[in-house]
T-cell receptor
């Protein structure tokens, strides 16, 4: 079963705007990762945030983690049409080795 | 190659046939994972290999599914007596995770799209 829940399920914005996607989970985690998927095929790792971290940046990406609320957010600033893709959060639980448990994903559309 | 590769990229088979899917991980990566993605179930973990340890098979949906890995290289996922509900994209990933440092990012292959008629 999917641990993560993401909202919104779909997000449509204009180029240049910021996009924020949220993820919630249920159990204790070691880390949370965000992945991007184009056209329903391979996933590309974007960023990993560990349970003792609160915020992480990578280029135009900013990820926050609130372990007390069991939630994370992914912010993409100054979006581009090429950012159009599905975005998934995935958690690594403390008790299940290193396998990923994925959320349902957010479909982001950036209109030129 | 630089990334994870999978073959075939697409596979169409008839119900009841066996299929074999292949994954070549990134060289030097000791951890290898299989996931599948289907419309109804999202992204699901199937099986995980770490070095010479016994694989974690807890995600395999039935005994028709099995996987092998030769050392720290190629892995094959076999589905016997395929059913229509097995239709999905099967994704392989590898990581540099080790027994003492298990929590690394995973690098995914392009997937094999399996269609069971």
């Amino acid at each position: 079963s999917q641990q993560g829940e993401e909202d919104p399920q779909a997000l449509s914005i204009q180029e240049g705007e910021n996009a924020t996607m949220n993820c919630s989970y249920k159990t204790s985690i070691n880390n949370l990762q965000w992945y991007r998927q184009n056209s329903g095929r391979g996933l590309v790792h974007l960023i990993l945030i560990r349970s003792n971290e609160r915020e992480k940046h990578s280029g135009r990406l900013r990820v926050t983690l609130d372990t007390s609320k069991k939630s994370s957010s992914l912010l993409i600033t100054a979006s581009r049409a090429a950012d159009t893709a599905s975005y998934f959060c995935a958690t690594v639980k403390e008790t299940s080795g290193s396998r990923l448990t994925f959320g349902e994903g957010t479909q982001l559309t950036v209109n030129p | 190659g630089a990334g994870v590769s999978q073959s075939p990229s697409n596979k169409v088979t008839e119900k009841g046939k066996d299929v074999e899917l292949r994954c070549d991980p990134i060289s030097g990566h000791t951890a290898l994972y299989w996931y599948r993605q289907s419309l109804g179930q999202g992204l699901e973990f199937l099986i995980y290999f770490q070095g010479n340890s016994a694989p974690d098979k807890s995600g395999l949906p039935s005994d028709r599914f099995s996987a092998e890995r030769t050392g720290e290289s190629v892995s094959t996922l076999t589905i016997q007596r395929t059913q229509q509900e097995d239709s999905a994209v099967y994704l392989c990933a590898s990581s540099g995770a080790t027994g003492t440092r298990p929590y690394n990012e995973q690098f995914f292959g392009p997937g094999t799209r399996l269609t069971v008629l």
